[in-house]
Structures are given as C-alpha cells and as structure tokens.
C-alpha cells in the first residue's frame, strides 16, 4: 500500500495517471469563459495557474478541446463544477457535482471535455479527477464505449466507528462490503472480477476511523490518496485502517492487480511497444478514428441545459429520470 498527498499524483499498475484539477475561476461572461481579462496567459498552453485557475488547452473556454486517445480508459469524477463533453463517436454530455463519466478509448476515439463556467453573477469552482486505466493489450483495441455514472445512482457505504462518527465512501468502482457498484464498460479492466479494481471516495469528519477490508489478491496494489485535510493509514493484517486528522479529511482510494505488461505511452497514446505508439499515429493520421462530428474543436452546451448525456445510439439520459429517452 502506499499513501500520497496530492498534489502529486504517483499512480502504479493498472493505473497509469491520475490529474487533480482544481481551479478557482472567476464568474462566466456571455461564451461561457471567464469573465477576466486573459493577457499574460499562454493560451492553447495555459497550465500555470495565474489567479488561481488554468484555461488549459482552451482559448475562450477552459478545458480541452478535441485530442485522441487509444489503448486505455479514462475515469472523470468531478468533484465541482461541470464538463461538456463532445467525441467522435457522436456522443455528448454536460455532467458534474459527484457525476463520473467512464471512457473506453479502445482502438481509438477522438474527445473534447470542456469546462464551462454557468454562473455570471458568482465564482465558477472546478474540481475534478481524470484517471487513466490501463486496457491489456488483447483489448487495446476494442470497440470505443461511453458510459455516464451519475452522483444520483452511485452507491455508497457508510462506517460507523466506535464514537459515533461515519465516514461516507461513494463506491465508483468495486464492491465494499457488500456494496455493488454500478457497471464498469464491458471491455474495462475493472470488468473482470479477478482485476480487483476499485476505485472509492472517502469523506471523513475529524478523527473519524473506519477499515476498508483487505483486497481480495495479495497481488492486488492499493493507494491511499489524501486530498484535502490530514489522515493516517495503516495496515490491520491485510486491510487498511484510516484515520482522520483534526480536520477531517477526503481521501480518494485506488486499487487494482497489475496488468503486468509492458507499457509504451507517448501522449494521448498507451500500448504495450513502441510500434503500437507508431501504428496508432498513422492510423489517426489516415483516419481522423472516425473524423470529428461537431463543428467546433470544444463544443459547449447552452448556459441553461441541465446535466444530460446523448448516447451514440440517439438514447439520451437526464439524471433522475425512470427511462432515457431517444432523439
């Protein structure tokens, strides 16, 4: 087990990077960026955080416009404020506030995920986590898929200790002690029983203690990430005893056994050799992975619309409902 305080973000296999973004931005003006000035910024390429915030890759919204992927999954749980999602699959979303949205690239997928900050009138908080999980290499080319995890339907479990305080735990990926998470893509990792993978948020008051159980593989590798407050961690034979500091603390746990095959990773890019790297670039080049629908590079959503997902099949969800409807 290992424990890190963010903001370094060291992941281990089948993990291959886990990004933190917290940025404080400014009211929204009339496109839905900040309405502050952006000199001095290096726009396309904004990642110093001046005031407090980042425009990242974005040149009137923060975020990142259209860029591919191939080989591995992305998982966004956003924490604060919203995403607008666009890929080349013709699917698309805005989702945040405790939303995850889970992303098989496969063989190869083109996405743009943008923040857009919807309050004129009050400050445009944005927290988010996008981890990436690795495909082996019988699935790095899979067919693409998206999925929405909304906050509504996430389960949780919550632990009591001995004074009375509970720990709530949003059970993204994994059982917990008999919780069953909602259903990874079929193609990930984390589908397979025998991978172990979990992926929890913790939110503990001041000097709350709760045990997670132990993994269910010695082979399995667990990482404690405290995010904000303080906590200690330690091992009770094989499961994992935290306690929260003065404060209280939130802790992001992720686990999982290895893939235990080489990685080769150059950008948006992960497979197991170099050749792999070489053939997803010539692919792309020869195919765009299914040329970009949207006739912008990041499409955003009307200031007023909800949180909502469009599937690449027409099938459109709206957090809440019973059934999604069909455009």
Same mark, same amino acid.
């Given at each position: 087990?290992?424990?890190?305080?963010?903001?370094?973000?060291?992941?281990?296999?089948?993990?291959?990077?886990?990004?933190?973004?917290?940025?404080?931005?400014?009211?929204?003006?009339?496109?839905?960026?900040?309405?502050?000035?952006?000199?001095?910024?290096?726009?396309?390429?904004?990642?110093?955080?001046?005031?407090?915030?980042?425009?990242?890759?974005?040149?009137?919204?923060?975020?990142?416009?259209?860029?591919?992927?191939?080989?591995?999954?992305?998982?966004?749980?956003?924490?604060?404020?919203?995403?607008?999602?666009?890929?080349?699959?013709?699917?698309?979303?805005?989702?945040?506030?405790?939303?995850?949205?889970?992303?098989?690239?496969?063989?190869?997928?083109?996405?743009?995920?943008?923040?857009?900050?919807?309050?004129?009138?009050?400050?445009?908080?944005?927290?988010?986590?996008?981890?990436?999980?690795?495909?082996?290499?019988?699935?790095?080319?899979?067919?693409?898929?998206?999925?929405?995890?909304?906050?509504?339907?996430?389960?949780?479990?919550?632990? /009591?200790?001995?004074?009375? $305080?509970?720990?709530?735990? @949003? %059970? +993204?990926?994994?059982?917990?002690? *008999?919780?069953?998470? =909602?259903?990874?893509?079929?193609?990930?990792?984390?589908?397979?029983?025998?991978?172990?993978?979990?992926?929890?948020?913790?939110?503990?008051?001041?000097?709350?203690?709760?045990?997670?159980?132990?993994?269910?593989?010695?082979?399995?590798?667990?990482?404690?990430?405290?995010?904000?407050? /303080?906590?200690?961690?330690? $091992?009770?034979?094989?499961? @994992? %005893? +935290?306690?929260?500091?003065?404060? *209280?603390?939130?802790? =992001?746990?992720?686990?999982?056994?290895?893939?235990?095959?080489?990685?080769?990773?150059?950008?948006?890019?992960?497979?197991?050799?170099?050749?792999?790297?070489?053939?997803?670039?010539?692919?792309?080049?020869?195919?765009?992975?299914?040329?970009?629908?949207?006739?912008?590079?990041?499409?955003?959503?009307?200031?007023? $619309?909800?949180?909502?997902?469009?599937?690449?099949?027409?099938?459109?969800?709206?957090?809440?409902? =019973?059934?999604?409807?069909?455009?």
């Amino acid at each position: 087990m290992m424990v890190v305080t963010l903001p370094v973000l060291e992941t281990v296999d089948p993990f291959l990077f886990c990004a933190h973004h917290l940025d404080a931005y400014p009211p929204g003006n009339a496109e839905l960026g900040p309405d502050a000035p952006l000199a001095g910024r290096d726009l396309g390429m904004d990642f110093a955080g001046i005031d407090g915030w980042r425009m990242y890759h974005g040149l009137t919204v923060p975020g990142f416009p259209q860029h591919p992927h191939r080989g591995f999954e992305t998982v966004t749980f956003v924490r604060h404020g919203f995403v607008d999602h666009s890929d080349s699959l013709g699917a698309t979303a805005r989702f945040g506030r405790g939303d995850v949205q889970w992303l098989t690239a496969g063989r190869g997928i083109v996405h743009a995920e943008m923040f857009p900050l919807l309050e004129r009138d009050a400050p445009n908080p944005c927290e988010l986590f996008q981890i990436w999980l690795n495909l082996p290499a019988h699935d790095k080319m899979v067919d693409p898929y998206f999925t929405m995890l909304w906050a509504e339907d996430l389960p949780h479990h919550v632990v /009591t200790d001995d004074a009375g $305080r509970e720990t709530d735990i @949003t %059970v +993204i990926a994994g059982a917990l002690a *008999g919780v069953q998470p =909602l259903a990874p893509p079929p193609e990930s990792w984390a589908a397979r029983a025998e991978s172990d993978v979990a992926i929890w948020h913790l939110v503990a008051p001041p000097g709350a203690q709760c045990t997670l159980p132990a993994p269910a593989s010695d082979l399995t590798i667990r990482t404690v990430y405290v995010i904000e407050g /303080t906590a200690v961690s330690a $091992r009770d034979a094989a499961a @994992t %005893v +935290i306690t929260a500091g003065a404060d *209280g603390a939130e802790i =992001l746990v992720l686990q999982g056994r290895p893939i235990g095959e080489p990685v080769a990773q150059y950008g948006p890019f992960v497979m197991n050799d170099r050749a792999g790297i070489a053939q997803a670039f010539a692919d792309y080049r020869a195919t765009e992975f299914g040329g970009w629908p949207w006739p912008v590079d990041g499409p955003v959503h009307d200031r007023d $619309r909800g949180r909502f997902a469009r599937h690449p099949d027409g099938r459109v969800e709206t957090p809440g409902e =019973l059934a999604p409807t069909v455009d």
